[in-house]
């Protein structure tokens, strides 16, 4: 593995769990794969040292370990586990703005955590009733509001418990940890095609053409059931009905994003089903972000909205951004079956929009009609109610035709941000993330560049990636740009690794006076240059961090003393203030940088 990305990993380790962890991470992460009695050899730390620190890191996901027939165990170092850590705030703050406050508190427990049965979370969270009287600020001003808006993200009884770990589960966010999770790919891979070679092919033939195609089916046959059987929880959850009250408020209260929950959602979850933090479906989410920003950049906010709901819908079919293996032909052995499409009708994307109704005013899409008739009809309506229900089909239809305008002009966009397959439901369409995750690709590309070399050497590069090789008098004729300047250009982004040049002698001589040299851009390897510098440059900033940590640490441990928490004004002096917010202000910077180069590695490489 890279150096850069080696020295992040370290270092985000060594932030979430200590010096211990991260030394055992780091040996790991130098040696490879190796057994428990070598792991203890290299690190240079005691066997209960390596014990504990191991531990932690398996707890945490972050080791992955296989123990073959008749072999010690085996340990490796889980790359993306080990990277997710930059990508816990983010999470979190997704699951906040899809699914509430009290979903974020309890994904966040499960960070911690690693992962954790629902008896344990249930031990975790301390239930209790609201203080009736709130106690003042320090300064004297009342903190009702402040502990109204705390106590509405708490999560208040088990029964809400189990309620918001269903809605992740619901959603993904949030999966259950089988036995299988700590195996490696590879080794995920040896145990599916031993398993396929017991149960298929008992004689053990898979070398013909014939043979070989109906054991690469049946792997992939093998690794889909596999995995429903890992997200599968049905027989861990118990459904009961919930009774509403008079207000239409459920009996405990919560709600989804300012929704109130059905019935139909009070679940009791096993006091021993495992869950752990599921980051695939972060990244989905991050890449329907993306999507979402890039067509408002071309399409306007409204549209935007639109396509961010119609992404929404899609999630629920989306397992990863990965793409998943296909079946093969047994007529044509060169084809495989078409790659799975996620569909969503246009009912699909206003049923989703109709859970939030101020969603559908910020479209400016009348909603007055959608549940009947309005406050000033309905003495009315009580005296037509056939009219009411033509008045409330009418305005659904309208509202149906204003989404579905939006979607036809995200298909009918050049870069097809989706595409219409039926007329089913008012249309039916996909997205094309084969083509739309490029796109995004080159412009993050094109964006690194121009911010480093200006507009020109941007638009050489669009250039040379729709013409291919080309000569320096070649590029002037087609950029309508002087020699030098192209030449100079060319110098200073070729010293930056982002193009390259080829030499091709025109005769036998092979003089350099007597050579053509052509410029040409691999998007590929400027996309893994982008990728070790922004960890390169990552590691940076944690780094200052903790520096800027240690100069300041008095003040920090100071300020954090239970006695001086709340009471700053009399314990902190003004220079302690000063160097705390400076501090702070400095520490958000950089993790705001992080988080910005975060995005850009996960286009790069995750979607």
């Known amino acids: 593995m890279a150096t850069n990305i080696l020295e992040l990993c370290v270092l985000l380790v060594e932030d979430f769990y200590g010096d211990l962890s991260a030394q055992v991470f780091k040996t790991l992460a130098h040696w490879g794969r190796i057994s428990l009695r070598t792991l203890i050899q290299h690190s240079s730390l005691s066997a209960k040292q390596v014990y504990h620190g191991l531990t932690v890191l398996i707890q945490q996901h972050l080791i992955l370990h296989h123990t073959p027939a008749a072999s010690p165990s085996y340990y490796q170092v889980d790359w993306d586990g080990a990277y997710n850590l930059v990508r816990s705030g983010k999470i979190v703050s997704l699951v906040e703005a899809r699914l509430g406050t009290k979903a974020a508190h309890v994904l966040s427990s499960l960070l911690q955590l690693g992962h954790a049965r629902v008896s344990d979370l249930e031990g975790a969270f301390r239930f209790g009733k609201t203080k009736a009287v709130s106690e003042s600020l320090p300064n004297g001003v009342g903190s009702a509001a402040g502990d109204d808006a705390a106590e509405r993200g708490k999560v208040m009884n088990k029964e809400e418990l189990h309620n918001v770990l269903w809605q992740l589960i619901e959603a993904r966010f949030v999966t259950k940890v089988h036995q299988r999770s700590y195996l490696s790919p590879a080794d995920k891979q040896n145990e599916i095609e031993e ?159 109709e859970q939030d109704p101020e969603a559908l005013e910020m479209l400016g899409i009348d909603t007055g009609l959608i549940n009947g008739s309005p406050d000033h009809k309905r003495k009315k309506a009580k005296m037509d109610n056939r009219n009411g229900e033509d008045s409330s089909i009418q305005n659904r ?66 250039l040379l990636k729709q013409k291919g090789k080309l000569d320096e008098k070649q590029i002037c004729a087609l950029a309508l740009l002087r020699l030098k300047d192209v030449r100079s250009v060319l110098d200073s982004m070729h010293e930056a690794g982002l193009v390259e040049s080829q030499e091709v002698p025109k005769d036998a001589t092979r003089q350099p006076s007597r050579a053509l040299y052509l410029w040409y851009f691999d998007q590929h390897r400027v996309e893994q240059l982008v990728l070790d510098r922004s960890y390169t440059a990552m590691s940076r900033c944690l780094q200052r961090i903790a520096v800027q940590r240690a100069q300041v640490k008095g003040v920090i441990e100071k300020a954090e003393r239970t006695d001086v928490v709340g009471h700053e004004d009399e314990f902190l002096t003004k220079a302690d203030k000063m160097h705390l917010h400076t501090w702070r202000e400095q520490e958000e910077k950089l993790l705001a940088q992080v988080a910005r180069m975060d995005e850009g590695v996960a286009l790069l490489r995750d979607f």
């Open 195 to 353: 398993v396929v070679k017991e149960e298929d092919f008992p004689g053990g033939k898979t070398s013909g053409p014939k043979a070989r195609l109906a054991f690469e089916n049946a792997i992939v046959f093998k690794k889909r059931k596999w995995q429903e059987e890992e997200q599968d929880v049905s027989k861990f959850v118990q459904r009961k009905a919930k009774r509403a009250k008079v207000n239409g408020h459920m009996s405990n209260g919560s709600r989804v994003n300012g929704l109130t929950t059905s019935p139909e959602d009070e679940v009791t979850l096993s006091g021993d089903l495992v869950l752990r933090v599921n980051f695939d479906r972060c990244a989905t989410a991050m890449r329907s972000d993306k999507l979402v920003q890039h067509a408002q950049r071309y399409l306007g906010e409204n549209t935007a909205r639109v396509y961010e709901a119609f992404l929404h819908v899609i999630e629920k079919q989306v397992l990863s951004c990965k793409a998943s293996d296909q079946i093969k032909s047994a007529d044509k052995d060169d084809q495989e079956e078409p790659v799975d499409t996620y569909k969503a009708t246009t009912m699909d994307v206003l049923d989703y929009l």
């Open 397 to 462: 239809n309208n509202m149906l035709h204003e989404v579905e305008t939006h979607l036809r002009s995200l298909s009918e966009h050049e870069l097809s941000f989706v595409e219409r397959v039926s007329t089913r439901g008012r249309g039916e369409y996909c997205p094309p993330f084969s083509r739309l995750v490029p796109a995004l690709r080159d412009y993050e590309t094109e964006t690194t560049i121009c911010a480093l070399f200006g507009t020109v050497a941007a638009r050489m590069v669009r």
